[in-house]
């Protein structure tokens, strides 16, 4: 497919919004177990996107599996075994951390998530090292700017005012850097729809027996009830509309352009949290200057970090 970087950016900012709106609904079903959570999440978007699948391939009426081309189907499980898995770390790691700030504090839960796990689009170009890329000094200084940013965005108590969440978040936004680069390469052979539903059948059954394991004692059925529309939001919205906007936008944009432009997940998330605190849907959130003057950093260095990328192509349009 064809790049096209403005058409990509429009559909990865329309990702970004549902995924901020989104670390709200994670914050209101913190009552349930966090790998329950994405295992529900999970598998309603895998039934919302298998009819979307279908109605995708009405006329040729394709399977999800191509069993006539070995090659293929080889590329299609590997392909979904391996972005499952990936988002699987990536998820739980985000909703564990959501799920550990503590909740008698007044602690900005959708911002710090939100902008920690936003810190995927400094890792991305960062990552590309491993593949041989040459790395732009503006790239590294917007490297240190980010850890500034993220210095301040969780250490400004000192050390011991280090919520756990947030050193999760961070390991999510290594798993959702690689997420990124694994879809990149993938999206073209398996295809958008197909690929973003069968990871999420991955990502599901991971999680179940990831539950099934470790929470199977600390189920409250209630309390799953209680959450059921944060949930039903997090499936269908978040998982089958939101990831399917993103592999079908990165068929459109660079890896590079593509972070750049769901990096304002963070914003949304922090607007998000304030919103409904505002309307009394979660607890009152604020942000301490401190906090503020780190968030400023981080998205800072998450558009710096692009510059040479965008430069770059201006001069070859040019």
């Known amino acids: 497919m064809q790049r096209n970087n403005l058409k990509g950016s429009i559909i990865l900012g329309t990702a970004a919004l549902i995924w901020g709106l989104a670390f709200v609904a994670q914050s209101m079903a913190d009552k349930v177990p966090p790998f329950l959570v994405n295992c529900l999440r999970s598998f309603i978007s895998v039934v919302f996107l298998w009819v979307l699948f279908r109605i995708q391939n009405r006329k040729t009426n394709e399977p999800v599996f191509p069993k ?9 499980l590997r392909g979904s075994v391996l972005c499952g898995a990936v988002l ?3 998820i739980n790691f985000q909703q564990f951390g959501i ?6 504090e007044s602690v900005a839960v959708e911002a710090h998530a939100g902008f920690l796990t936003a810190l995927y689009v400094v890792l ?7 593949a041989g890329r040459k790395i732009s ?11 500034v940013g993220f210095y301040l965005l969780c250490f400004q108590h000192g050390i011991d005012g280090v919520y756990l969440g947030d050193l999760l978040c961070f390991i999510c936004a290594i798993a959702f850097s690689l997420h990124i680069l694994a879809v990149d390469r993938l999206v073209g052979p398996i295809g958008g729809v197909r690929l973003s539903m069968l990871q999420f059948a991955v990502c599901g059954i991971f999680s179940g027996i990831l539950s099934l394991v470790f929470e199977h004692s600390t189920v409250s059925w209630p309390a799953v009830w209680q959450a059921i529309l944060p949930i039903i939001y997090l499936g269908i919205m978040s998982s089958g509309v939101a990831y399917t906007l ?16 769901m990096s304002p997940e963070s914003v ?7 919103v409904a605190g505002l309307l009394h849907i979660t607890e009152k959130r604020t942000l301490s200057v401190g906090e503020l ?23 070859a349009e040019a």
């Not at 000094?137 to 850890?147: D, G, K, L, R």
């Open 68 to 76: 006539n081309d070995p090659a293929k189907l080889k590329t299609v």
């Open 88 to 90: 699987t770390v990536a």
């Open 99 to 104: 799920w550990l700030y503590p909740s008698g």
């Open 124 to 130: 991305v170009p960062l990552f590309s090292l491993f």
């Open 137 to 147: 000094p503006v790239v590294w200084c917007a490297v240190a700017v980010a850890m």
């Open 246 to 261: 993103q592999i079908v936008g990165q068929q459109y944009a660079e890896p590079a352009i593509a972070s750049l432009a």
């Open 268 to 274: 949304f998330a922090a607007l998000g949290g304030f």
């Open 293 to 315: 003057i780190g968030c400023v950093l981080v998205f800072a260095a998450i558009i710096f970090a692009q510059l040479p990328e965008l430069m770059h192509r201006k001069k």
